[in-house]
């Protein structure tokens, strides 16, 4: 029987327990999926559309897997062409000096030492990471998971491509050391 003792003793636990925080849910348009692409894509290549918001990994002619990515801020973003040189899972991580200079309070722990974050959950880095390259020099550019999944469909991050951790993984597992990317 509802009364008013049953009515304030609900009221009161509701008041009392803690906040509960929604679970992000990504706009399905940046999930993975099957799309048709133009012809002068080659199967074995990455396109990244950073104004879309979108990498495409081209697997048969005119067939692409698309996922949604977080790309860098104004003026911070990659462009041009490269390869993947290295993959690595739970790769460690440490800010670009520039990164350490830009925002010294975000990156406090690391100014004036060699620290580098070990791989794991927490590490900006995510599950994995593609490492590009040009002209066998690394770009300090990388496809990589984040700690971030809101960040997905947003011109956030210092530069790098982000992807869920678990469309990273996919991605990982189908593209091999050489792949070529274009970022336009």
């Known amino acids: 029987m509802f009364?008013?003792?049953t009515f304030l003793t609900a009221t009161a636990a509701t008041l009392a327990a803690p906040h509960v925080?929604?679970?992000?849910?990504?706009?399905?348009?940046f999930a993975p999926q099957p799309v048709k692409v133009g012809p002068a894509l080659q199967p074995g290549q990455l396109l990244i559309l950073p104004k879309a918001h979108f990498l495409y990994f081209v697997t048969a002619p005119r067939?692409?897997?698309?996922y949604g990515v977080g790309v860098g801020k104004?003026?911070?973003e990659f462009t041009g062409t490269a390869t993947i040189d290295v993959k690595k899972e739970w790769p460690t991580w440490r800010p670009t000096n520039e990164m350490i200079e830009r925002e010294p309070?975000?990156?406090a722990k690391f100014k004036d030492n060699d620290y580098v974050q070990p791989g794991g959950p927490g590490n900006p880095l995510g599950a994995r990471a593609l490492y590009l390259f040009q002209n066998g020099r690394d770009t300090y550019f990388r496809i990589h998971g984040?700690?971030?999944p809101s960040s997905i469909g947003r011109s956030v991050s210092n530069g790098c491509i982000r992807m869920i951790n678990d469309h990273v993984i996919d991605l990982y597992q189908r593209v091999p050391i050489g792949t070529p990317v274009t970022v336009i």
């Open 74 to 76: 104004a003026g911070l």
């Open 3 to 5: 009364n008013r003792r």
């Open 63 to 66: 067939q692409a897997m698309r």
């Open 146 to 148: 984040t700690t971030q």
């Open 21 to 29: 925080v929604r679970a992000f849910e990504l706009n399905p348009i």
């Open 105 to 107: 309070r975000t990156y």
